[in-house]
Structures are given as C-alpha cells and as structure tokens.
C-alpha cells in the first residue's frame, strides 16, 4: 500500500498541484495584506473612517456584554459572542475576491497568449497522419 501511495504521490499533476497550493496560500495571504493595510484604509477614509472593518450592525443590543457596551471593536464584539451584521469585513473580502480574480483574469490572459492555438497545433500533424490523408484522397479520386 506504501508503494502505491509513494507512485501516486510521485505523479507530476500531483506534485503541480501542491506546489500550487502552495503558492496559491503565500499568494493569498500578500493580496489579504494589500486589501487590509493599503486598499481598504483607503476606501474607509473616503468614507468617513480609518478601520473599515469597524463598520457593522449590532443585530441584538440585549446580548452585548456591560463591558462592551457603545464599543465599536467588531473583533471583540464577535468574540463575545454579540450577533452583528459585520457589512465592511464582507466588503473587505468581496475587494479580496477581486482583486484575486482580475490578477488570475490576468495571468490566464497571459498563458493564453503565449500557448499555442488548437489551430497551430493541428498544422502539425505526424507523418504518418498525412500520409494516410493522402492514401484517402487517392483511394476516393479512384472512385469518383
């Protein structure tokens, strides 16, 4: 069983695909930095605040805690369990969302570009294809 295992694990897509993972999590946690320290600072001071995260809804006023009453911590507040309609941690990750797809949008653009098209690959059929094209085409003028 570890011999099967070690050939799976072996295979190239296997390998690709954990390297891509791999990537893809560093990959992630770069954009995250560039949406939470530079992105959405910006977008929250052209409305109005410093900390976009900070903008939420407390759904149920009865369940937040003395303590934390008036608080505006949306960390703190969900950690106490408070229920909260959390509307600029969803705008962050939705700006998360697409600044990963247009940066995807753009690589596969690029490999696009760069592979062959299926036209340029079915020019370059083997010999022996082409030969057999022909023998086709004799066999039918023969006959028509």
Request: charged share 20%; glycine share 8%.
């Amino acid at each position: 069983m570890f011999k099967e295992f070690k050939a799976f694990i072996m295979r190239g897509n296997v390998m690709d695909l954990a390297i891509a993972v791999i990537i893809g999590a560093a990959f992630g946690k770069i954009v995250t930095s560039l949406t939470d320290d530079i992105i959405m600072p910006l977008i929250g001071k052209v409305f109005g605040g410093l900390d976009f995260s900070s903008y939420f809804l407390v759904l149920n006023a009865d369940k937040v805690p003395p303590a934390l009453a008036g608080s505006t911590d949306y960390a703190a507040l969900k950690k106490a369990g408070v229920p909260l309609l959390g509307y600029g941690e969803f705008i962050t990750q939705a700006v998360n969302f697409f600044i990963i797809a247009f940066i995807i949008f753009l690589m596969i653009r690029a490999v696009n570009r760069v592979m062959p098209k299926p036209e340029e690959a079915a020019a370059a059929d083997p010999a022996d294809v082409v030969l057999l094209r022909e023998i086709r085409d004799e066999l039918r003028a023969k006959r028509g």
